[in-house]
């Protein structure tokens, strides 16, 4: 019986396999996604949880790998958790304003760079709309082709393209000025070191 009839029956070692094979990229395309590990990690496990619940949408019949049925799941995840930390923002911004405490790793100037550089990258990369942010963690930094993309988003493949190519311009525009090199695969690098600190 191949895994996805085994996740469609709702097998526990069919899931665990699920979990351990696909896990980190979900994390990954959640921290992509979101910005933040502790969020990420809340986007992995509501993601499985929703899998499972999800578990009969499964072709059982079907071939290839779950990964973008998994990532589509996640997208839709940190939609809802950006929503509810939107809603929790709000609350915050009645609260009176923390004071200022010293960071002491500005002292170490190569640190401070890099912090530079992933400040901006992320400012560019929070700047995008919602649509293109998505696309560009799922073909990007997840590594999914256009098709899969689309289909882990439930969108025609040249909304893919176009979306793709508007987050590209996007990105070019503010980091060319800071000096910045603006390529795929560079904001891929500079992203996962970042994750790996």
Avoid at 113 to 127: F, K
Avoid at 156 to 166: C, E, M, Q
């Amino acid at each position: 019986m191949s895994t996805r009839a085994r996740v469609r029956a709702g097998d526990p070692d069919a899931f665990r396999e699920l979990f351990d094979e696909h896990a980190r990229s979900v994390y990954n395309h959640g921290f992509r996604l979101t910005g933040s590990w502790s969020v990420a990690e809340e986007v992995v496990s509501l993601t499985f949880l929703e899998a499972w619940r999800l578990r009969d949408r499964v072709d059982g019949d079907g071939d290839g790998s779950l990964r973008p049925w998994l990532l589509g799941i996640a997208t839709n995840v940190a939609r809802n958790v950006r929503r509810a930390a939107r809603r929790y923002d709000v609350a915050l911004a009645r609260l009176p304003a923390p004071r200022a405490v010293p960071d002491l790793a500005e002292e170490v100037t190569d640190r401070l760079a890099d912090q530079e550089r992933i400040t901006a990258l992320r400012a560019a990369l929070s700047a995008l709309r919602a649509p293109e942010r998505e696309v560009l963690a799922l073909c990007v930094f997840a590594g999914l082709d256009y098709a899969e993309a689309a289909q882990a988003l439930g969108v025609p493949l040249g909304t893919v393209r176009s979306r793709l190519s508007r987050a590209r311009k996007r990105l070019q525009e503010p980091l060319l000025g800071s000096g910045q090199v603006v390529a795929d695969r560079t904001i891929a690098v500079r992203l996962a070191a970042e994750e790996t600190r």
